[in-house]
């Protein structure tokens, strides 16, 4: 191994269990909130062989069919005969779903401030969905301000399933992984050292045809487009050797079940929280989708070159419990001023946020593979730099 | 809001949905492994109002009664009639168990080192049960070298069940949650500034008479025991108002989703893995487990006063591809001292974690619930200080 400092991240395609079910819950949450932005959501999918089990809390005046949702992604991912694993048209769906809880309903509908302190801010109407704690994170080493091996290994998964799908290499099928280790000097990523891909596959492909095919038409593609240096990379291309059993005949997949994957890849802390089939007024989601804009606002007005934030609530309770800094000795200016700056310029109360960020619409099905992070989609309205000029004037810059 | 940096950790109660999940999968995993310590298991759970669905693969010679199993723990929790919001005696099991993949099982009881390599080294027979990155971390916060933030917060939470337990608060009712957020001064750890506590309970209690006992008897208690100061400490006690609605009945639950309470409630970074229902072939467990091992002993061993480690696997090979350390400016030697230390001392193949920390025993159902880590219990291998010796030869101290 190399003298450098080693860091890995991973992540998985859109065929991966575990991704299936976050899909199908997004998707299920869009379908109501398109129809009733007022909807309360929180819809958890299990899926196994054959089988298609969606549970969980909702409260809506729209219809949606649930089952029709679940085989229109399931088809949507290529999982669309018993040969792939799995069948959308002809799997079975089933669905346990309640109403939300009349306890958490009232205590959320009127925040801890106003119940208890008698506030008067329409800001105050709306307590936090649960409590929790949640960071956001963004670093300088792309131009997205996102950590480099989550970046890679997402561009890896999503030409895995881009070469797939356009036809260019016939014999994959859905399911996938992959994993980059990158060469660190100090916190600048200077190498990559290895990378880790599985995929699916048609059983007549042999090892060897597959491995040079992924390789020249997936791996090789993106790691140019890192700009880092490629010394001596080790490539395990099926490590494990055939992969034809996959999708949720392979392995069973749970929603919420890829939370590194769907943030910094492990480059930053997490605080636990699950984002897919949840409406925001669960600060789970909202808050840390909130916590990447201060982040990638902060990283991008120059306070440091590389920041981790976190921000805790009460269930009920509208402003946060707690706010953490950490700058990494990275800072152009005090953590101290970088906090209040942040406390100037961010409402983080949840129905804040949700106004802020427009989270009240039908988006959510795209974030649910390849990160919630690092995409400037038009609708990831968390990735936009739009509070820059804002910080450096609180800053003192 | 104090000038001191606020840290939050969270935890929960044994009757909260994702934990009733674990514990269920952790409690199969146990029979199996009682009965046939080579069985493979990957056990996940979603309980939701009125149902317990189980879903994975096994490949045992073991027979386990599943639904006995999940009858059994549900009761064990508290969850025993209606009135509860769910009983173990009269809910719906529904179980969807195949048999491990055979290309999983073929790629792993056969490392890419001696399939590929032909190496003859007896540790190199098992491959890594998944790819992916696992990180551990120890810090001198505590004597048992956990953060403070989830040390405190799992102790309220288990202090909740005790006094549900012995009758003490006779009005609880199984599921929790409880929250700490820490005034750190540098990596300090100086007061508590706020604790977040949801409980259960029986619909006679008043909100004022359960707040004033839960306080008293609960969080009080355990803010003695840390030795951190009390200035002026913010109590939220049920903040959303009544909690009479809990458990499945409140909330759908599914193994795997409180992956940083179960670890360092947010004060290290996380792999994504998750423990519960996993026997220790699955990187995702044992190699989480050893690295808490790897920083545990390292800063017993005064390598440095805080240390979080990554390793990284590819599925199907013995040896990671990769190992990180991160010391935060606390090291007593450097950090390449510290890397080289902990290479020569742990063997990080997974048969080699297994035999080292003796994990084929039914050992997991207590690990499910509190924290994986921290628990000084015997079964606990992980937690031994038994390489600080080794690891201080190693780096000349
Ligand atoms: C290895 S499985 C997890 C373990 C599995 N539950 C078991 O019982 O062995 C995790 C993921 O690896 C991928 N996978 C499945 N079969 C594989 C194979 N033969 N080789 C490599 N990766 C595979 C799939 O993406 C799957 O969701
Ligand atoms: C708030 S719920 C998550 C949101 C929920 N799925 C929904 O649809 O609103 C998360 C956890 O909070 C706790 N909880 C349930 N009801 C509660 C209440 N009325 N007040 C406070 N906490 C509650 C339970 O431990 C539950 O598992």
Redesign the interface.
Same mark, same amino acid.
């Given at each position: 191994?190399s003298?450098l400092?080693?860091?890995?991240?991973?992540s998985v395609t859109e065929g991966h269990p575990d991704k299936i079910c976050d899909q199908i819950s997004d998707s299920i949450l869009d379908a109501i909130i398109a129809a009733d932005p007022d909807g309360r959501v929180?819809v958890?999918t299990?899926v196994?062989?054959g089988?298609v089990?969606v549970?969980?809390?909702v409260s809506t005046s729209a219809y949606v069919e649930i089952p029709a949702i679940v085989r229109e992604v399931v088809n949507r991912i290529g999982y669309t005969s018993s040969d792939t694993g799995f069948d959308g048209d002809s799997c079975g769906v089933s669905v346990?779903i309640?109403a939300q809880?009349?306890?958490?309903a009232?205590?959320?509908a009127k925040a801890?401030e106003r119940?208890e302190d008698g506030s008067e801010d329409p800001h105050d109407l709306q307590?936090a969905g649960d409590?929790?704690?949640m960071?956001g994170y963004a670093t300088n080493e792309t131009p997205e301000l996102m950590p480099m091996a989550i970046w890679t290994a997402h561009r890896i998964a999503e030409r895995l399933s881009e070469v797939r799908r356009d036809g260019s290499l016939p014999f994959l099928r859905p399911d996938g992984?992959t994993?980059v280790?990158l060469g660190y000097e100090g916190s600048v990523p200077k190498t990559v050292?290895?990378v880790?891909l599985?995929t699916q596959h048609h059983p007549d492909i042999s090892q060897k045809a597959l491995r040079a095919a992924v390789r020249a038409e997936v791996i090789d593609p993106v790691l140019e487009r890192t700009g880092l240096e490629l010394p001596d990379v080790?490539y395990?291309i099926n490590?494990? !050797?055939?992969?034809? %059993?996959g999708g949720p005949?392979?392995? =069973?997949g749970?929603? !919420?079940?890829?939370? %590194?994957?769907d943030t910094y890849g492990? =480059?930053?802390?997490? !605080?636990?929280g699950?984002f897919s089939g949840k409406d925001p007024s669960k600060v789970d989601r909202s808050a840390a989708y909130a916590m990447r804009w201060v982040a990638k606002n902060a990283v991008a007005a120059g306070l440091a070159d590389r920041l981790e934030v976190?921000v805790?609530y009460?269930?009920?309770?509208a402003k946060p419990?707690?706010?953490?800094?950490e700058s990494f000795g990275t800072g152009h200016v005090a953590?101290?001023v970088i906090t209040a700056a942040i406390r100037d310029v961010f409402d983080l109360r949840p129905k804040a946020i949700i106004e802020q960020l427009d989270l009240l619409r039908p988006i959510y099905a795209a974030t649910a593979a390849y990160g919630h992070f690092g995409r400037e989609l038009p609708d990831f309205t968390w990735e936009r730099t739009d509070r820059v000029e804002e910080l450096r004037a609180a800053a003192g810059l």
């Open positions: 191994m003298q400092r080693l860091f890995t991240s991973e929180a958890e299990l196994t062989t089988l089990h549970a969980g809390e346990s309640g809880s009349s306890d958490i009232a205590g959320v801890f119940r307590g409590q929790g704690i960071f992984k994993q280790t050292e290895s880790v599985s080790s395990y490590p494990a !050797g055939p992969f034809v %059993i005949k392979g392995d =069973a749970l929603t !919420g079940r890829k939370i %590194i994957i492990g =480059a930053s802390r997490h !605080g636990g699950a976190q805790a009460a269930i009920g309770k419990v707690g706010l953490y800094v953590d101290e």
